[in-house]
């Protein structure tokens, strides 16, 4: 009797956020195995590079199940929090699925923050283990700590198999933490819904397929990072983790050379790539199908550029707080406006994201072009909190006919076309090369230094670039030093004012109030056309360059 040969096995369909319909009846996998059906489609095709490592998806999962084995091993459990001091590395989503697969909350922290920040984050998280990328001595206690040579042996040693730990749909995924208006940083929880949700309702407009090539500049402890490396890798797309220098000829020549079809940057960045427009041509960019950028306000002669230079490339423009996963408003460039002056629009709420613009109270209609409001994202994408703290939750989430918002503290409007336009911030929240910073934070940093009468943080003008500027107010000039060495022992670089001014008075109004805006505007007055660094105030108002410091 002859025996029948089984039919083959069908492929592992894609996640059904893929675009091809074919996939879209499935269901989401665990995020532990968000690469598994990669690995289906070719496990040998590559995955990732950063320059130095690279790695194909079998390697990927397979690590990811050793280094997940280790973790439970060091008792890793369903909801623990696991933290990990990130780096730009192709390893950072090998540590990611890792802690996936064990049911686990990935929590990346900013790996070059000063060691009393981290000390502080990671007493609030109490994780379970700390991965660093890194040798540096443990900076917390009662924890496991691992560190870039026991990760190496670990990875380098016998494959381990783990079966991944499922998570619930209400269960954490990932904290993110963002500068705080309070003084101390917010821990932004987002779950697995929110996620997956997000996953489906963005790449119907990033459109991220197994034969993509994406272009990731974000660091690891930014959310942006899980939109350029993970959604794509999850659906067999290669991923270039570019840890290079930020410069326009430098990132033009590896979008070049890694033929890239997805370039996902900050408006710092893509108008260092821009460098003036004459790079911008088919024959500088043969692969690229697609230009995204959003995180802070982009000029529009920039976009104009990308979209003259590169015509059937789709130009994006997007708007998203952590708070409401990742992104959540997306608006197309379709034609170039070349008289435009203001920015493009931030566009309209991707599926499954709902949008309201309210003025004292009541909801703004669409129709109602160019009236300014504050900007509530609610829906299925919207955190489940801030992690530890409540009160900010209660604060900034609100439920309206069932459903929850996230009040974003961004001034929006509607234009003719019904798109959503920002226009400004309604507290002093800034985004610097894309990254989100309450001056609230440093200002109270600031006032922690014994000494200190007043301090006014804002962002200035100086030499054509947007500078954090700080005015300290105190008797003893020697103070300012004091503040300046606080500063940089608590709060990442890209936080500490670069330009810092001392008034031994406070400025007075005509009314006799406290006139911080006054000083810190005699202050931008001066430091616009300066290369100093450091200004003092005269009892008379006036404001000079210290001695000593170069100016111009």
Not at 469 to 477: I, N, Q, S
Request: overall charge negative; hydrophobic content about 45%; aromatic content about 6%.
């Amino acid at each position: 009797m002859t025996k029948t040969s089984e039919p083959p096995a069908a492929p592992l369909a894609l996640p059904p956020w893929s675009i091809d319909p074919a996939d879209q009846a499935g269901s989401a996998p665990a995020l532990g195995d968000l690469v598994r059906a990669a690995v289906a489609l070719g496990p040998d095709r590559p995955a990732l590079h950063d320059g130095r490592l690279g790695l194909t998806f079998a390697e990927l999962e397979r690590r990811a199940s050793t280094l997940a084995a280790w973790l439970a091993g060091r008792g890793v459990r369903p909801d623990d929090r696991v933290a990990v001091l990130a780096e730009k590395s192709a390893l950072m989503p090998v540590l990611a699925l890792a802690i996936w697969k064990c049911g686990a909350v990935y929590v990346p922290l900013d790996g070059t923050a000063p060691v009393p920040r981290l000390r502080g984050l990671l007493g609030r998280l109490s994780p379970r283990v700390v991965l660093a990328l890194d040798d540096r001595e443990p900076v917390a206690e009662g924890v496991v700590w691992a560190g870039r040579a026991e990760l190496d042996a670990v990875l380098s040693g016998p494959d381990r198999e783990w079966a991944t730990v499922p998570h619930g749909p209400a269960s954490t995924a990932y904290i993110i933490f963002t500068s705080g208006s309070t003084g101390e940083p917010k821990g932004v929880e987002i779950t697995v819904a929110n996620l997956v949700a997000y996953f489906g309702n963005h790449n119907e407009v990033l459109r991220f397929t197994p034969d993509s090539r994406v272009f990731s500049l974000s660091p690891f402890h930014f959310d942006v990072s899980i939109e350029d490396t993970l959604l794509p890798l999850s659906l067999g797309a290669f991923v270039h983790q570019f840890r290079g220098m930020h410069a326009g000829a430098v990132m033009r020549a590896v979008v070049m050379r890694e033929r890239i079809t997805h370039l996902i940057a900050v408006s710092t960045l893509l108008t260092m790539m821009t460098e003036g427009g004459r790079h911008v041509t088919r024959e500088n960019f043969p692969s690229l199908e697609m230009v995204m950028t959003g995180a802070e306000v982009c000029d529009p002669g920039v976009i104009n550029v990308w979209k003259d230079g590169l015509p059937e490339v789709r130009v994006i423009n997007v708007y998203g707080p952590t708070e409401a996963t990742i992104v959540c408003v997306a608006h197309e460039i379709v034609r170039v406006d070349p008289e435009r002056v203001s920015s493009y629009p931030i566009g309209r709420p991707l599926r499954g994201v709902e949008a309201r613009i309210v003025d004292e109270g009541t909801e703004v209609p669409v129709h109602e072009a160019d009236r300014v409001g504050e900007l509530w994202i609610g829906g299925e994408q919207v955190m489940r909190g801030y992690y530890g703290q409540p009160e900010e939750t209660a604060r900034r989430v609100v439920e309206v006919d069932g459903v929850r918002y996230y009040r974003t503290g961004d001034l929006c409007s509607y234009d003719g076309n019904g798109d959503i336009v920002f226009r400004g911030r309604n507290d002093d929240e800034v985004k610097l090369a894309g990254r989100r910073i309450h001056l609230g934070e440093i200002r109270q940093t600031v006032l922690s230094c014994p000494g200190v009468e007043r301090a006014a943080v804002a962002l200035v003008q100086r030499l054509g670039h947007d500078v954090i500027a700080l005015v300290v107010t105190a008797p003893d000039r020697s103070v300012v030093a004091d503040a300046e060495k606080r500063l940089a022992e608590l709060l990442p670089a890209y936080m500490v004012p670069a330009v810092v001014a001392w008034s031994p008075a406070t400025a007075v109004s005509s009314t006799g109030k406290t006139d911080e805006k006054l000083l810190m505007r005699r202050l931008a007055d001066a430091a616009r056309e300066s290369s100093a660094t450091r200004f003092a105030f005269t009892p008379a108002g006036d404001v000079a360059p210290v001695d000593g410091d170069d100016h111009a």
